[in-house]
């Protein structure tokens, strides 16, 4: 665990919210491998999967318009790039992508500890309520909410706030984990703790200008703000 910004010692946390790409799930190269079969399609070229580690976390249609070359980013071929990446990716996502080490047994024991548990994602919310009942159908999330038309997606603290409403905890006391920039404004603008995490896509730079309120660098350091709670 690394110190961030603030100390949580005097706080007691009684929920989380996760982020999933990045944090929870390494989907990394399935996403990279979809989007640039995507692109393939279209006749434009890939990008290495490190770029993905930027391009990811701000919704499939942004993703769409980064990876497109310059002079092509139009709305005509952004919507069919889209299209092309909804349809690879949705037969494809459960293939290579997995927990993080150390994930299945942080879920277990905040669930054997009655830790309330959410997820939030900027992916279209049918992946990735598709992901979690493929990839962590073992544990019970009270909440699990992607992108939805209408609905404004991270940064905005919207979601997360009424997730805090249905859990009937105030948002001071609710943990927001996640790997990037968006996590820790979203967590920062929901007036919840922003703790980011040392294993997903973005950097620690990233994480603590963008106000991480401690960095972990294993899922188990998370226990740490929940004192009595069962220790991996």
């Keep these: ?50 770029a993905y580690r930027e391009y990811i976390g701000y919704g499939m249609d942004v993703l769409a318009r980064r990876v497109l070359p310059e002079g092509h980013k139009d709305e005509a071929v952004t919507v069919r790039l889209v299209e092309a990446m909804r349809t690879i990716y949705g037969r494809d996502y459960a293939f290579l992508s997995r927990p993080y080490d150390g994930i299945p047994e942080l879920l277990d024991a ?75 404004l979203t967590a920062r603008a929901a007036g919840m703790f922003p703790v980011g995490v040392l294993w997903g896509f973005r950097t620690r730079d990233e994480l603590v200008e963008n106000g991480a309120a401690l960095l972990i660098d294993h899922p188990r350091c998370l226990l740490d703000l929940f004192p009595g709670r069962d220790r991996l």
């Design 110 to 184: 905040l669930t054997g500890s009655g830790v309330p548990m959410t997820i939030l994602s900027n992916k279209p919310d049918e992946f990735t309520r598709a992901m979690a009942d493929r990839l962590l159908s073992r544990w019970r999330f009270d909440i699990v909410r992607g992108i939805m038309p209408g609905y404004p997606r991270k940064p905005s603290p919207d979601a997360a706030l009424e997730m805090a409403r249905s859990l009937a905890v105030p948002p001071g006391d609710i943990v927001f984990m996640g790997d990037s920039a968006i996590d820790m």
């Design 1 to 50: 665990m690394t110190a961030g910004t603030s100390s949580p010692n005097h706080r007691r946390f009684q929920a989380v919210i996760f982020d999933m790409d990045g944090t929870l799930l390494d989907t990394l190269r399935e996403i990279a491998d979809a989007m640039n079969a995507a692109l393939a399609t279209l006749g434009y070229p890939p990008h290495d999967y490190d």
